[in-house]
Structures are given as structure tokens and as C-alpha cells.
């Protein structure tokens, strides 16, 4: 196989400078670059790099030697600890490439050969995506997990106990075909263990989603008619002027974001134009994106206000979901109007008042909204689903393991057998691991076939 090198650090300017070096020439490519054999493995070694052609000087490096198959790709790994300049690292790299043998790796080369010499599965590569570009707490936990197998553990677990059930009916199929054979009624038996394994993939599966919320972010939307403070809410929440705020109605025409971390997780907090009848054609474009954004959100806060001489609500709560945060803003104005304070439950929803421009009340919003987010994020005790190929894998799985259980109720092993056999290549799909030797394995093992 190739011997594949890349820096494996970020392009430009730093104080280190990490190339990796992985096949069965890494050690050889140290030795023609510094003279000297890479040292023994997983200790640092000084080493003064020179150009193989010419001699010449290129840098005084720390050299590490992995040696396969206890190494992250499972080949033989050197990594070149070299000074981050531009010029060093692109006088080693060019060095490299002269090197019979040696080849630049493309984008992944290093976590494909991990996954194809057995040293990570499907799901630890994308965890390792994942980790890289994480952004907060709640993501990093997340991919960390995954990486380090949360979610290929529990599926290396329902594939065993499937290929061990599987084994039953291939079983009753070759051997139980008269009263009294070795495999008769094999096949029946299993329906218990069938049932409970499909069970406990469609509990996985009745997550909400919340793995793949965390890994994209959640998203809330501002919502409520012009003038109520949406605006000035959004730039008390980010902490910055990330909108412009103004007495003047309908000066959001567009949706503004703003990113944040809230209980760990990437939230994306959307003002939205204010709804009401527009008045040209620009502001009925924004009304239309405000709702259509409000309608795409994980969950919205629902704004309303009191008008400055509290005779009125500008806004109502009637239309908002037992998912959304009601606030009333401006509720300053209600001193001198108590009978306008909406009552606590109005329209069967907790409403929140507050004023922005006072600050009142916007710790205790800013709490609720935190709680609702952390109610979104997924348990860590259990498996995350983080990814849509995840779970289509897992319903392929679930439908297999349904089909199998009518099949097999209905004393047909043969089409019982086959549906255990789309299962197994869902749960394969899952991890990238597919290997039939494994059902021969036990199918011998458990029935001394042939002895």
C-alpha cells in the first residue's frame, strides 16, 4: 500500500507544525530525511531534518513513531513535530513528496485507512467529524461519545444478539424440515428475543431528534407585531447590537440571526419582521419569511407588548403553541392599567412580563428559555442518533425485525430468514461492518453441523 503524508495541523503561521506520515515507508522516510531510524515507538525523538536530495538544512524536529498496528490508521505512523513557519513546513512537505513511495493524502485519507484496517467503525469516524467541529459543550460530550463508541457498542450488541437468532433459523430451515430434526421449530423460538430487540431500537429511535439538534443547533424565532420590542429582546439575549432598534414601526424587514451557546448547545435566535398587513411589497416579503422561519423553528418566543399609555395590547397569545415562550413586553406601562395585565393563564399559556428597556423580568426569560433548551438536548446515558443515515438504517433494521416476527408467527422460516438478513445489513450499514462468515460461525458452532 502507499505511504500517505499531510500536515495535519491548520495551513500558516504557528509555533508547531504537526505532518503526518502513515504505510509501511514512514519509517524509512524519517530515516532517509534525518539519517537515523525513527526511534523507538511512542517515544520522542530530536531528529535534524535535511533534504534527502541536496543536503540541505530544513529543521530540527520532534519525531514520533507509531508502529502498526497500535497506531491511529493501524499502519506505521511517524509524525514530524516541525517549526509552524510557512517555509519549514513547505520545505519538509516538498522533501516528502521527492521520496519514492510517497504520495500527498487526499481530504480523509488518515480516517479512511483507520476504518478500513478495523481501528474505527462508521460511527467513531463521523464522531471524530463531529468532535473537530464542534462549537460547544453539549456538541463536543456528543461527538466524544460517539467516537469512542457510545452508539457502535450498542449496535455491535443488537448485531450479535441478531446473528445468534439468525443462526436459529438458518437452522430450523436446513435441518427442520421433518417432526423430530435438530432445527424443528428454531426458527418460533426466537420470537420473544425478536420482539424485545425491536423494542429497544425503536425506543433509540423515539429520541425526538434531539442528536441531530445538537449537532446542527437549535433554532428560535422572535415573533409578534411591529413595534413590540423583538429587536431590542434579540440584542439583550446575544449581548450585542446585532439589530437596529427604532421607535419607527417595521424597521425589521428581513430576519436577523444571531448565534449563541445556551446549555451547552448552538442556539440560533431569529427577529423576524412584524406581522401585519404589509404595506408594500418589500414588508410583505419580510412577513412572509417571519413565517416562514417561525414555522421551521424548534420553538418560538411569542411577543406582544403594552402601548405607552397601557389602554392596550399591541399583539395577542391566542394563536401560540403550548411550546412557545409567551412575553409580554413593555409591562412598565401597566402601572397606571392593572385590569390590562393578562392573567396568568390566559389562552391556557404561562405569560411571562417584562421591559427590555427596564430589564425587568429578563433573567427569569432568559432562565425559561435555557430550561426549554435543555429539555431539547439529548440524555448522555443513553445511545444518540445524530446523523439521518443513522436512523434510516436503524428503520430499515426495525422493519426487518417486523417482518421477520410475521413470518416466523406464521411458521414461514424461509421468508422469516431472509427479512433477519435485511436486518443484519441495516445494522451493517450503521457501522460499515457486513460479514456473513460471522452467522457461519455460530450456525457450526452452536450445531455441530456435520460431525
Known amino acids: 500500500m502507499e505511504t500517505i503524508f499531510a500536515l495535519s495541523t491548520p495551513p500558516g503561521k504557528g509555533g508547531v507544525a504537526v505532518i503526518r506520515i502513515s504505510g509501511p515507508d514512514a519509517g524509512a522516510a524519517i530515516e532517509k530525511l534525518s539519517g537515523r531510524g525513527p526511534g523507538a515507538p511512542r517515544q520522542a525523538v530530536l531528529r535534524r531534518l535535511r533534504d534527502p536530495e541536496t543536503g540541505a538544512w530544513l529543521d530540527e524536529a520532534l519525531v514520533l513513531f507509531f508502529k502498526s498496528p497500535a497506531s491511529f490508521t493501524g499502519e506505521d505512523v511517524a509524525e514530524l513535530h516541525v517549526h509552524g513557519g510557512r517555509a519549514v513546513v513547505e520545505a519538509v512537505l516538498g522533501a516528502l513528496t521527492r521520496l519514492p513511495g510517497l504520495a500527498p493524502a487526499e481530504r480523509g485519507a488518515f ?104 449537532r446542527r443547533g437549535l433554532e428560535i424565532a422572535i415573533v409578534g407585531p411591529p413595534n413590540v420590542g423583538k429587536s431590542s429582546l434579540l440584542n439583550w439575549l446575544c449581548g450585542r447590537e446585532a439589530a437596529i432598534v427604532s421607535e419607527e414601526a417595521g424597521t425589521t424587514r428581513d430576519v436577523i440571526e444571531a448565534r449563541m451557546e445556551l446549555a451547552g448547545l448552538p442556539v440560533t435566535i431569529a427577529d423576524t419582521a412584524g406581522l401585519r398587513e404589509a404595506e408594500n411589497a418589500v414588508e ?13 423553528a424548534d420553538f418560538r418566543i411569542v411577543m406582544a407588548a403594552a402601548s405607552p399609555g397601557g389602554h392596550e395590547i399591541l399583539g395577542s397569545f391566542e394563536d401560540a403553541t403550548p411550546d412557545d415562550v409567551c412575553v409580554l413586553n413593555k409591562s412598565d406601562h401597566l402601572d397606571s392599567a392593572p385590569e390590562q395585565v393578562p392573567e396568568p393563564g390566559l389562552y391556557g399559556r404561562r405569560i411571562l412580563p417584562i421591559s427590555v428597556v ?20 439529548p440524555s448522555l446515558d443513553n445511545p444518540v442518533i445524530s446523523r439521518e443515515r443513522h436512523r434510516i ?8 425485525l417486523t417482518g421477520a416476527e410475521r413470518w416466523l408467527a406464521e411458521d414461514d422460516v424461509v421468508l422469516g430468514g431472509e427479512e433477519l438478513r435485511q436486518a443484519l445489513r441495516a445494522l ?13 460461525d455460530v450456525v457450526f458452532r452452536d450445531f455441530c453441523i456435520g460431525k
Not at 441478531?162 to 421449530?185: H, K
Not at 438504517?393 to 426495525?398: E, N
Not at 451493517?428 to 457461519?440: A, C, F, N, Q, S
Open 111 to 214: 480516517t479512511r485507512r483507520a476504518f478500513e484496517n478495523g481501528r474505527l467503525d462508521l460511527t467513531e469516524v463521523e464522531g471524530l467529524a463531529d468532535l473537530i467541529d464542534a462549537e460547544t459543550a453539549g456538541q463536543r460530550e456528543q461527538a466524544l461519545r460517539q467516537m469512542t463508541g457510545a452508539l457502535k457498542e450498542k449496535a455491535e450488541d443488537w448485531r450479535a444478539r441478531l446473528i445468534a437468532m439468525s443462526a436459529y433459523v438458518e437452522a430450523d430451515i436446513d435441518f427442520g424440515e421433518e417432526e423430530g430434526d435438530v432445527g424443528a421449530g428454531l426458527g418460533a423460538s426466537i420470537l420473544p428475543g425478536l420482539g424485545a430487540l425491536k423494542s429497544e431500537i425503536e425506543a433509540v429511535l423515539a429520541d425526538g431528534y434531539r442528536g441531530e439538534l445538537v
Open 428 to 440: 451493517g450499514r450503521l457501522t460499515g461492518r457486513v460479514d456473513v462468515e460471522e452467522l457461519l
Open 284 to 296: 410583505a416579503e419580510g412577513v412572509r419569511r417571519a413565517l416562514a422561519r417561525a414555522e421551521a
Open 358 to 377: 427596564r430589564g425587568e423580568g429578563l433573567e427569569e426569560l432568559a432562565a425559561l428559555i435555557e430550561e426549554k433548551v435543555r429539555r431539547l438536548a
Open 393 to 400: 438504517a436503524l428503520q430499515d433494521c426495525v422493519a426487518g
